[in-house]
C-alpha cells in the first residue's frame, strides 16, 4: 500500500486549481466555431450570456476607410434594438472561419472587437 505524503497531497491540489483556472479561462474566452476561440479580451461569457458572436454577412457593408455593420434584433445575441457601428480596418481581426464576427461590451451600443473572413479584408 503507497501512502500519500502531505507534500504530495499539497501538490495535488495545486495541479486541481491550476487545471479549474485554466479551464475558467477557456470558458469566458468561448469558441466561435469549431476551428477558433474568440480572444479573452474580447469575449467574456459563453455562447448564450457572452458578448460575441457570429452576424449574417448581409449587416456589414464595406466602406474605403472601414466596414459599417447594422444589427437588428436577432442578428446578435445582445442586441434588442438597431445598432450601427463603424470599424476602421486598422483594427479589425481576421476571423478564424469564413464569417463575419463582433463581440458587444460593455453594453450592445459599443463594438469591442470585430471579425471578418480575411478574404474580405
Known sequence: ???VSARQRAGLASVVVTVAALESGIASAHCASRSWTY?????????????????PASTVTPRPDGYIIILR????????HQNRYFVPYDVVIPSGDD????CLHPTEED???????????
Open 99 to 102: 464569417n463575419f464576427h463582433i
Open 111 to 121: 463594438e469591442n472587437c470585430f471579425f471578418a473572413p480575411a478574404d474580405t479584408m
Open 39 to 55: 480572444p479573452p479580451a474580447c469575449c467574456h461569457g459563453d455562447t448564450v450570456t457572452g458578448e460575441c458572436g457570429k452576424i
Open 73 to 80: 434584433p436577432g442578428d446578435h445575441q445582445k442586441v434588442t
Open 1 to 3: 500500500m503507497h501512502t
